[in-house]
């Protein structure tokens, strides 16, 4: 079956620090990637995707590239704010009808 | 655009009571889905539907029920409502792209809902 694991969080780093968030996945056919935002007492956003190998997505500082060979798709950003502060999701979607598969959710804590 | 709108925001039931979340999306768009979200589990898919008339069971389907008589409303229908399903509700809606993907899903803001 299709499936996403992320890191276990919850991440707790300071202002300015490099951030990483592990995503692989399992999937049959050929899966878009996202990585999804939730922040408090909202629902989730779409923070960035990639819809085939090597597709590098970024936004608002974030990026991550969809490595087919390592099946991962890792988040990173190079400098954190207290802003950033969320809930982030890893999710795929390989076929047309069959809505999003989600990891668990890694909880992100910016310090000042 | 109002996007994908959710109501009621919270609600607290009783076991055994019945009661229907409402999604609506102003988009057009033609998926729309259900998810439940639980501390620790991730988002989970209750029930999906690809177009007008057309539904489909997701990961978790037992106690809820859905329909779609239009393109813009997809509620979801709980009824006898239990302890278990207890959890933060969210509507998706997304636009098909070419004949083998879907676009990017869009969230509602979610219900909160407690079973008592």
Known sequence: GNSVTQMEGPVTLSEEAFLTINCTYTATGYPSLFWYVQYPGEGLQLLLKATKADDKGSNKGFEATYRKETTSFHLEKGSVQVSDSAVYFCALSVSIGYALNFGKGTSLLVTP | ?116
């Open chain 2, 1 to 116: 655009n109002a996007g994908v709108t959710q109501t009621p925001k919270f609600q607290v039931l009783k076991t055994g009571q019945s009661m229907t979340l409402q999604c609506a999306q102003d988009m057009n768009h033609e998926y729309m889905s259900w998810y439940r979200q639980d501390p620790g589990m991730g988002l989970r898919l209750i029930h999906y539907s690809v177009g007008a008339g057309i539904t489909d069971q997701g990961e978790v389907p037992n106690g809820y029920n859905v329909s779609r008589s239009t393109t813009e409303d997809f509620p979801l229908r709980l009824l006898s409502a239990a302890p278990s399903q207890t959890s933060v509700y969210f509507c998706a809606s997304s636009q098909r792209r070419g004949l083998r993907r879907t676009d990017t899903q869009y969230f509602g803001p979610g219900t909160r809902l407690t079973v008592l």
